[in-house]
């Protein structure tokens, strides 16, 4: 019953309105299989009947799945269903939405394993839940492990959905507004020096590859000395 949650965060619902923009949502997973649906990664609103948003899902029967919500349409969650689940294996799953096309793409293991027609209305409420679903992530718990999830502000060609599977992102550039990374509030060591607040924090690198900060952002008034 274990999940990761982040309150709702319009960068992982990008779009205006009912209409959702071109995303891609992507994680490595490895089930333990159940005979109840499991969520890999949820962020939606299920408002019976208007459904918003995106999840992933060890389906009920085994299969992977990428389910979309288009708001107040007719049949208002979508579903692409992939390859059966290999359990105990790594497998990597990525939904793209190419929203100037209408078009979602499910690829499993770097392979588009079904493409359908329909737009995405995004989630404008609810957390983003990983190992969890349901709205609240109080529902569809994952039985296995997950890693390396990331969330696309754009929608990956299947070369880049391939070069993320094979390479942890390092074969090709990514540009800054197409990958989103959640940071930690913790600033570790806080002190007051000189009638200034000052911390002190630490920025890991647990990958294979090395790690390249272009650009930290800070509040009006605050200045970064590093």
Do not use: C
């Not at 109840?36 to 899902?57: C, E, K, M, N, W």
């Not at 969330?151 to 993320?164: C, H, T, Y």
């Amino acid at each position: 019953n274990g999940r990761i949650q982040h309150p709702w965060n319009a960068a992982f619902n990008p779009g205006t309105g009912g209409a959702a923009d071109s995303f891609t949502v992507i994680a490595w997973a490895r089930t333990a299989g159940s005979s109840d649906y499991q969520s890999v990664v949820t962020s939606r609103q299920d408002q019976a009947p208007d459904s918003t948003g995106y999840i992933l899902y060890d389906g009920s029967e085994g299969g992977w799945e990428a389910w979309t919500g288009n708001g107040p349409g007719p049949e208002n969650w979508q579903v692409l269903t992939g390859s059966p689940e290999a359990r105990g294996e790594w497998e990597h799953l990525a939904l793209v939405y190419e929203a100037a096309r209408q078009q979602k793409t499910f690829f499993v293991n770097g392979f588009s394993v079904g493409t359908q027609d329909g737009p995405v209305a995004p989630n404008r409420v609810q957390p983003l839940n990983l190992g969890a679903g349901g709205d609240l992530g109080d529902a569809f718990f994952f039985n296995g492990s997950l890693d390396d999830v990331a969330i696309f502000a754009g929608a990956l060609n299947p070369d880049e959905v391939l070069q993320v599977m094979t390479g942890e992102f390092a074969p090709f550039e990514v540009p800054a507004t197409r990958l989103l990374v959640v940071a930690p509030t913790d600033l570790g060591e806080v002190a007051i020096a000189d009638r200034a607040v000052r911390a002190r924090f630490t920025i890991g690198n647990a990958g294979n590859f090395p790690l390249t900060i272009r650009s930290l952002g800070t509040p009006a008034g605050v200045t970064l000395d590093w």
